[in-house]
C-alpha cells in the first residue's frame, strides 16, 4: 500500500524548535518531489516546503524562510521538516505530501500537529 | 505569493449539481495547467480529486469534473451524493516554479 505516515509533532514554546519526520511506504520514494503542507485551527490548506527527488532544490513559502528547513533521505524512505524559531502562528496540523507525476499532491499522510504555546 | 480566491461555501439538493471557483492570476491559474482539486471530510487529510486542470484518479467518481477559464478554474460535483459534504480547495503551481498556492476552500453543503 502507497502511504506516508508522519510524526514528531508536539508542543513547544515560541522560539523554540521541532523537527517533523515523514515514513514512505509503497512507492519508489527517490524518484518523487515529496512537500510539507499545513493547516492552521479551522484554517485552509498552506503550502510549506518541498524538495526535489536528489534533494538539489528547495522551496520554501516565504512565512518560513530562514527558520523551516526540509531535507529527505532516500536510503531511509524518510522526509523532515527542522523547524526553528517558531511562532504561535506555525500552530497547525502538518501534512506530508507526494506530488506525483500528475502534477498534483496525489498521497497524503494523516497529519501531525504541531503547538507552539507558552 | 497569495491565496486563490475560492467561494466561502456551496450548496445543493442530492441530485443537484454545485460548481466551485478557483479564481488566480495569470502567475498561477491562468498560464499554467497544473490545477489540481482536493476533498477534505473533518479531521481527515485531503484526497486529491481532480488534477491536470481536468483529470480524475482512478477511483473518484465521473460525477466530479473539472475546467479553466482565463484565470479562474472550476469544479462541478454532479448529482451531489451526501457524500460530497466537505471542503475543497484548489491549488495550483505558482510562476511555473516549484512554489504552490491553495485556494481559500470551499465548504459544500448537501442541503
Known amino acids: 500500500e502507497v502511504q506516508v505516515v508522519e510524526s514528531g509533532g508536539g508542543l513547544v514554546q515560541p522560539g523554540g524548535s521541532l523537527r517533523l519526520s515523514c515514513a514512505a511506504s509503497?512507492?519508489?520514494?527517490?524518484?518523487?518531489?515529496v512537500a510539507w503542507v499545513r493547516q492552521a485551527p479551522g484554517k485552509g490548506l498552506e503550502w510549506v516546503a518541498n524538495?526535489?527527488?536528489?534533494?538539489?532544490?528547495?522551496y520554501y513559502v516565504d512565512s518560513v524562510k530562514g527558520r523551516f528547513t526540509i531535507s529527505r533521505d532516500n536510503a531511509d524512505n524518510s522526509l523532515y521538516l527542522q523547524m526553528n524559531w517558531l511562532r504561535a502562528e506555525d500552530t497547525a496540523v502538518y501534512y506530508c505530501?507526494?506530488?506525483?507525476?500528475?502534477?498534483?499532491?496525489?498521497?497524503w499522510g494523516p497529519g501531525t500537529t504541531v503547538t507552539v504555546s507558552s | 505569493q497569495s491565496a486563490l480566491t475560492q467561494p466561502p461555501s456551496a450548496s445543493g439538493s442530492p441530485g443537484q449539481s454545485v460548481t466551485i471557483s478557483c479564481t488566480g492570476t495569470?502567475?498561477?491559474?491562468?498560464?499554467?495547467?497544473?490545477v489540481s482539486w482536493y476533498q477534505q471530510h473533518p479531521g481527515n487529510a485531503p484526497k486529491l480529486m481532480i488534477y491536470?486542470?481536468?483529470k480524475r484518479p482512478s477511483g473518484v467518481p465521473d460525477r466530479f469534473s473539472g475546467s479553466k477559464s482565463g484565470n479562474t478554474a472550476s469544479l462541478t460535483v454532479s448529482g451531489l451524493q451526501a457524500e460530497d459534504e466537505g471542503d475543497y480547495y484548489c491549488?495550483?503551481?505558482?510562476?511555473?516554479?516549484?512554489?504552490?498556492?491553495f485556494g481559500t476552500g470551499t465548504r459544500v453543503t448537501v442541503l
Open positions: 509503497g512507492f519508489t520514494f527517490s524518484i518523487y518531489w
Open positions: 491536470e486542470v481536468t
Open positions: 491549488t495550483s503551481s505558482y510562476a511555473g516554479s516549484h512554489s504552490y498556492v
Open positions: 495569470s502567475s498561477d491559474v491562468g498560464n499554467y495547467n497544473y
Open positions: 524538495i526535489n527527488p536528489g534533494a538539489t532544490e528547495k
Open positions: 505530501a507526494r506530488y506525483g507525476y500528475n502534477a498534483a499532491f496525489d498521497v
